[in-house]
């Protein structure tokens, strides 16, 4: 046990932990698909503390090799720099890995948050109008394209109508989505709600369609 924690033996190993995660972590960066799998693998047993990379490409062994990274060369400083005993350098070494290993973990657990954040969610349309910028063709049989303000930007995306096919221009509410399409009613057809005098929100929207439908009905009459 005493040559385990003799000074030159704790040094040596300070210096091949610092030389071997600092390569592994340099082949990662610029030829990362090599380590993939075992990135992969990483992920699924860190994805408690948040450690998955929001790339999609894996974080949890990046995480892992700063840690130990910090750890070898934090040792091979206090072999180099300080007095300290063995188990002193051992003690500090180790508290510099955990440190950054957690710190590791707890960016790219925000970094993943502020990615997820900012993915633009269709759902968050519904109830909303926006203006046709690629005609909607009728009944479904085809979609078109809306411009419409979602998440504080204007997005275009894919719209189709139950109804007659909607022109470029026409302005349109939003009253549904499914697999990133949205399903739109041209303003015309929706009438002001009685109370209010205003256009159905999106808590509205039953009351909406059955209106819509009577509207319809009427005028194909």
Same mark, same amino acid.
């Given at each position: 046990?005493?040559?385990?924690?003799?000074?030159?033996? *704790?040094?040596?190993?300070?210096?091949?932990?610092?030389?071997?995660?600092?390569?592994?972590?340099?082949?990662?960066?610029?030829?990362?698909?090599?380590?993939?799998?075992?990135?992969?693998?990483?992920?699924?047993? /860190?994805?408690?503390?948040?450690?998955?990379?929001?790339?999609?490409?894996?974080?949890?062994?990046?995480?892992?090799?700063?840690?130990?990274?910090?750890?070898?060369?934090?040792?091979?400083?206090?072999?180099? /720099?300080?007095?300290?005993?063995?188990?002193?350098?051992?003690?500090?070494?180790?508290?510099?890995?955990?440190?950054?290993?957690?710190?590791?973990?707890?960016?790219?657990?925000?970094?993943?948050? /502020?990615?997820?954040?900012?993915?633009?969610?269709?759902?968050?349309?519904?109830?909303?109008?926006?203006?046709?910028?690629?005609?909607?063709?009728?009944?479904?049989?085809?979609?078109?394209?809306?411009?419409?303000?979602?998440?504080?930007?204007? =997005?275009?995306?894919?719209?189709?109508?139950?109804?007659?096919?909607?022109?470029?221009?026409? !302005?349109?509410?939003?009253?549904?989505?499914?697999?990133?399409?949205?399903?739109?009613?041209?303003?015309?057809? *929706?009438?002001? *709600?009685?109370?209010?005098?205003?256009?159905?929100? =999106?808590?509205?929207?039953?009351?909406?369609?059955? !209106? $819509?439908?009577?509207?319809?009905?009427?005028?194909? $009459?």
């Amino acid at each position: 046990m005493s040559g385990l924690f003799s000074g030159s033996t *704790l040094e040596m190993f300070c210096w091949g932990l610092a030389l071997f995660s600092t390569t592994l972590l340099v082949l990662k960066l610029t030829v990362g698909t090599l380590l993939d799998g075992l990135d992969g693998h990483l992920d699924g047993h /860190l994805a408690i503390f948040g450690a998955d990379d929001p790339s999609g490409a894996g974080g949890g062994l990046k995480a892992i090799l700063v840690g130990l990274m910090v750890m070898g060369w934090s040792g091979v400083i206090c072999f180099q /720099l300080t007095r300290l005993s063995p188990v002193m350098v051992l003690v500090t070494a180790l508290s510099a890995g955990v440190m950054t290993f957690t710190s590791a973990v707890w960016l790219l657990r925000r970094v993943r948050h /502020l990615e997820s954040d900012g993915t633009l969610q269709p759902a968050n349309a519904i109830g909303q109008f926006g203006m046709v910028y690629l005609t909607i063709p009728a009944q479904g049989s085809g979609t078109g394209q809306i411009q419409i303000e979602i998440q504080g930007r204007l =997005a275009t995306l894919e719209a189709i109508t139950d109804g007659p096919a909607i022109p470029t221009g026409t !302005r349109v509410f939003v009253i549904d989505t499914g697999q990133g399409v949205l399903r739109v009613l041209p303003e015309q057809v *929706l009438d002001p *709600l009685p109370e209010t005098g205003a256009y159905p929100s =999106a808590s509205d929207l039953p009351v909406a369609s059955n !209106r $819509t439908s009577n509207s319809v009905t009427t005028s194909s $009459t």
